[in-house]
């Protein structure tokens, strides 16, 4: 009898829920989710339920939880779902249990240990082959078996095609690119600029300026992708415009809902603290960089802008006034 292919998923958050349970559709793979709550993982194995993050999903019976790490000794691949900031530390932690040979999956959206993607510091830390897999896809909407399309990238071919044939028979759509890069700074990107989008439409609540601010803001987005080595055409694969429109345009969006709040004049210290901030931190980030390196700031004046804003140099009224103009 052929060995099913160990998959297993760091965290058992949200995502990585959602993820393990449509790939425990599949016959041929042995799904488990990695995780340090010991009540979350008693709750998947006795009741099938991750109280947690879905307590009204009945979770597939094929899917497991464990929070032994020796499971990772047998793997095939691993998908790496917990916070970007724990990353590259909690696998430092793991490495002598991870073999060589176990493809590295990220789905953490942020940047790791000297301001770098994740996926390059995976690469520079672990000996593993390494992909990235991001896209328009919110965890509820996985859970409730929404056909949900996600780009899977890595610069070898040999990565991709060794990672997307789990993905066949699930509600789990891939396309694919070896612009590693690229992925991952647009999956960066997209919070940022959903920030934008949140606060114009608190502030205005007009479809007409909407799309002229989410048109201008895809292309700084594109001006900054390109000065760091990505390629235009990534902005055409799910994890561009679909992730970007995702986020900034859906209100079950954390980083819009923050614009939201911006724009409402409700945004507090108070406030801030009890809202994930992964596109305001990651702003500060680029902005350091981009100081550095040359790129002409106009191609980059609406992330500038939403920084004066969250210093509180500007006003909203300010902001969009100086996006427009």
Known sequence: MQRKKSIIIIGAGSIGTALGNALATRNDLDIQLLSIESDVVSGINSSHFNQKYFPNIRLHPELKATSDQS????????????????????????????????????????????????????????????????????????????????????????????????????????????????????SILKNIYAIIIGIVDAHFHSPNLRFFIFTRAFNEMRNILLHFGGREETMFNYCGIGDFGLTALND??????????????????????????????????????????????????????????????????????????
């Open 71 to 186: 499971v990772l000794r047998n793997s095939d691949i691993i998908f790496i779902g917990i916070p970007s900031s724990s990353v590259v530390s909690y696998l430092q932690e793991i490495k002598t249990e991870i073999p060589e040979n176990a493809i590295l999956v990220n789905l953490a959206k942020g940047f790791g240990i000297h301001k770098k993607v994740i996926a390059l510091c995976l690469q520079d830390h672990l000996p593993n082959p390494t992909c990235a897999l991001k896209g328009p896809s919110f965890a509820r909407e996985i859970i409730n078996n929404v056909p949900t399309a996600l780009t899977l990238a890595s610069k070898d071919p040999e990565v991709i095609e060794s990672v997307a044939p789990i993905f066949d028979g699930t509600t789990i759509y891939v396309d694919k690119t070896n612009d590693l890069i690229g992925v991952e700074i647009l």
């Open 252 to 325: 079950m969006s954390r980083n819009h809902t923050l614009g939201l709040l911006i724009g409402k004049g409700f945004f507090t210290d108070e406030i801030s603290g009890k809202v994930v901030l992964e596109g305001r931190i990651a702003a500060d980030i680029f902005l350091e960089k981009l100081s550095m390196t040359g790129l002409s700031q106009e191609k980059y004046l609406m992330m500038r802008e939403l920084q004066e804003v969250m210093l509180n140099k500007k006003s909203v009224t300010d902001f969009v006034n100086s996006i427009i103009a």
